[in-house]
């Protein structure tokens, strides 16, 4: 395995992305891995690190880098009245769905001009605040994105600009939707509302329920990781990029 750590130049900055490839056989499908809210940190390298050993070159971008470049947290970010959280929230509640979609499109361009990525369609799925991000990036870009996964996403149905329930069906790319049976925040009447809209976009793809867990299971670092969850995830998401994007 290859991995580095690039500034990906957009039009607010320099965003530090984390990219992790095989080393042999390339080039690679693309992937853009969407981080959750507590931000980047060791296992979000390993997931991307286990998406890079199925054969795909991965993008893990610091979407907070508007704040500066000391947008990573410790541990305590997970714990309610932690400072580390507190300054979290301070960033991730000033983020919106279209500036993410400005760094899309740059690190799309970025692809263009990069020799371990494969020309042509590219994937994309987010985890927790990112859920919504994956599914607008297929929305924007339609020729593009040609697979997208939101994990346990935050608020699919909400009056956010581009909000996913407003742009599913747009795009031409195949969708997964994974949500947790407890979720706070994404309960399960809108998980149904969202599935309504879906089934009645004609967009390809699915909605998945998750039964018996909660909002975070795919994070192996989570108390409430669970084992055979994660598998199922890694199971339909790597599937979903064979299908769609090699």
């Not at 593009?144 to 996403?153: C, H, M, N, T, V």
């Not at 407003?166 to 939707?177: K, V």
């Amino acid at each position: 395995m290859i991995e580095q750590s690039l500034d990906i130049q957009t039009g607010a900055g320099a965003m530090e992305t984390f990219i992790v490839h095989p080393e042999r056989d390339g080039p690679h499908p693309a992937v853009l891995m969407l981080m959750d809210a507590p931000g980047i940190r060791a296992e979000l390298y390993m997931m991307a690190r286990r998406l890079g050993t199925a054969g795909y070159c991965v993008l893990l971008p610091n979407l907070y880098y508007r704040a500066g470049r000391d947008t990573k947290f410790g541990p305590g970010v997970l714990a309610m009245g932690d400072p580390e959280r507190d300054r979290m929230r301070a960033i991730r509640t000033r983020m919106t769905i279209p500036p993410v979609m400005d760094d899309v499109a740059a690190m799309l361009r970025f692809l263009d001009g990069f020799a371990p990525a494969r020309p042509g369609p590219a994937g994309v799925h987010g985890y927790c605040m990112s859920g919504p991000y994956a599914l607008a990036a297929a929305a924007r870009h339609p020729g593009r994105i040609a697979a997208a996964a939101s994990f346990y996403g935050t608020w699919l149905v909400s009056d956010a600009e581009e909000s996913p329930h407003l742009t599913l069906g747009r795009g031409t790319a195949e969708l997964y939707i994974a949500c947790a049976e407890h979720d706070e925040l994404a309960p399960l009447p809108m998980v149904a509302e969202l599935k309504a809209l879906l089934d009645a976009s004609g967009a390809a793809g699915e909605l998945e329920i998750y039964p018996a867990v909660h909002h975070g299971f795919a994070f192996p670092e989570r108390r409430i990781y669970d084992v055979a969850a994660a598998e199922r995830h890694w199971e339909r998401l790597i599937a979903l990029y064979r299908r769609r994007i090699g």
